[in-house]
């Protein structure tokens, strides 16, 4: 076993027992319960949240576009580092309020409860399913891409054994992904991204430097059209690089979900400040190293690999070898939150619902677990022998998502008479041509980005299928006007009501009625 | 008519809402109507005992809203107080301690599997239950509109319009 | 700009200070609405 390879199982074990440590002692006082009172600051937080969406790709995918494309490559990194704060702008307050009303527990449950529809409920899960785990599967090729590096072995071992180990900690139980080693691998991932970076400028003489050289080599790259000026005018491939990430975030069952999970405006808030600033230094970074690797290791072989190489040639081997056991220690942490998100998809809206209405817990987790292994041997035959780019895979998985439920979860709470024949339409309409326009690779043709044609349909399919459906019924719309807000109350008693508080709300004021009217 | 109950303490008086309501909106004139007490039921389960992530006292508890039959989370380990009150405040419980139970249990899986990530349930054993009330203060608030009406968390402050 | 052709640097270098800002928008939008929750934590903590 190479060292870089001690150096990994030693991170894990690290890992391991700062995870075991901080759950331990969190469990010890005897007035604080296990899962409750887990109150971690927002810095904590967003980089907690950074952790877990920093995934694969960035480390891969980011860098080898702007390796092969140069500066065009950002317009991907524009969106991205703003999306989480669109998407908590958008559809924030709102969606929680109307989660809240309708009691809805998982991302598709709320879009089943919200039109009303079971079809709705049937086809969401089926293609979140499958796009889940295709943002899965391109996890798994990074890890064998990382775990390659990192311990020498040939790709197709080291993919099998990134995706064991990814499976196995699924399964048996993801105890290192507490939050505070998330936080952990965040600190080590930017650090160390950025410090390659820093140590990249200095050598370059800055971006100036950098931005000469590469002119040097071929003023295209320095373009906003792509290497030879490939795009160039396409500005169909632009928006759509630029809106998938920026505005796509809101079809992501589980990025959504936390909307309807936040109890507190209080640390939201000081966590938008902590991610933005975070997004602003970390998200461009790895598309910067791909710039620099153009200018310095220009014959690199897998443009994916333009991360670990840099690595490994600015860190000492020990250093560079902590920073890939970070980037596949975030791997794992990504693929499993997905893969149980996927897994509870499966199990409580298709199983459950659909096929034994009164399955047992562990039999439901036998289900989930099943799901999950075939999933996971499904992906390493794929990556094996048709190994597509963990780049274009995210792009088509993310796309896909984005194209189908963006447009639904924004209308469940921006307009009140969409339907379920709209949104059924917008799913299907949006999801498919995404797919088509991907597989057909109608980009070239059209000149507009997969993402850009899926939206357009999508918001098409959602205007047309309206006319066709009835409108929502009355507890539906009366649910819509009050999740915009309660008009009879002022704004600022409004604004602070605790909206966990709603179910009570609903009963005490039944007994009120029955009970005895309030005399002023 | 009245009878003995365990409940919260009511930890914000009547004066103490209508003071903190009055500063957030100093247009509006409150005045609180009644208190009425809405039934939960307090269940803590210990987490088993080989699990080797959880010291031995490892406890997750959560209540069960007796009406809607719905499950939360909580932090810390609730103090109840015996109290006599008027039949006419407290509001009757729709939901059985058969039916609370059971969903206390799948409440507690669920949340387990979303919050800590784990496939393996470990098992879980009751250790407490008891039927308990939450105090609510009724507040009416009266402007130039009209007016409205909160029900205010006597324990917590937090409130919700009726 | 940063040896950019003009095109370029006009397209991606505002773009952090946009979202910046709107982070900033955000977070004031925010930090108006939560009078109440914190009048009830100085009462836990009993500064009140």
Known sequence: MSSDAIVFIIYLLALLFVGLYFSRKASKSADQYLLGGRNVGPAVTALTMQSTSMSGYMFMGGPALAFQQGWYALWYALGDAGGAIVNLSVLGKRMRRMSEILGALSPIEYLEKRYESGAVRIIGSVISIIFLFAYVFAQFIASGKALESLTGLPYTWALIIGVGVIIAYTVTGGYLAVVWTDFIQGIIMVVGVVGIAILGFSKLGGLSGLNERLGQMDASYLSIWGKDLAYIGQWGVVLGAVLIYSIGYMGLPHVVVRHMSMKSTKTVKSAIMYAATWNQLFVFAPYLLGLMAIVLIPNLSDPEMVIPTLAYEFFPGIMAAILLSAVMAAIMSTSDSILMQTGTILSRDIYQRFIDKNASQNKMVLVSRLCILAAGVIGVIVAIYQPPSVFTLVIFAFGVLGNSFMVPYITSVYSKKSNSIGVLCAMIGGGTTNILWTSMDLQTITAIHPFLAGLVISILGMVIGNKFGSAPSQPIQDAFEKSKGDRRIPRSIDKNISRDLSPEARNISKFIQANQPIKG | MNQLIKANRVDFNNEEIINRLGKLEPTVNFSVKRLVYYPYYFFEYGLDKKSFIFPSNGLVACTIDLISGSGSLIDSEPVFEKFIVSKMDIIEDLVDTEKAEKEAQHFIFRTISLKMKIFKMPNINLTRQELFYRPYWIVQGNDKKGTFTLAVDGKSGKYHSL | ?48
């Open chain 3, 1 to 48: 700009m940063f040896n950019l052709p003009m095109e370029t640097a006009w397209a991606f270098l505002p773009w952090p200070i946009l979202w910046l800002g709107l982070a900033l928008y955000m977070y004031f939008k925010l930090k108006k609405e939560d009078h109440w929750e914190d009048t009830i934590v100085k009462k836990e903590k009993g500064e009140d």
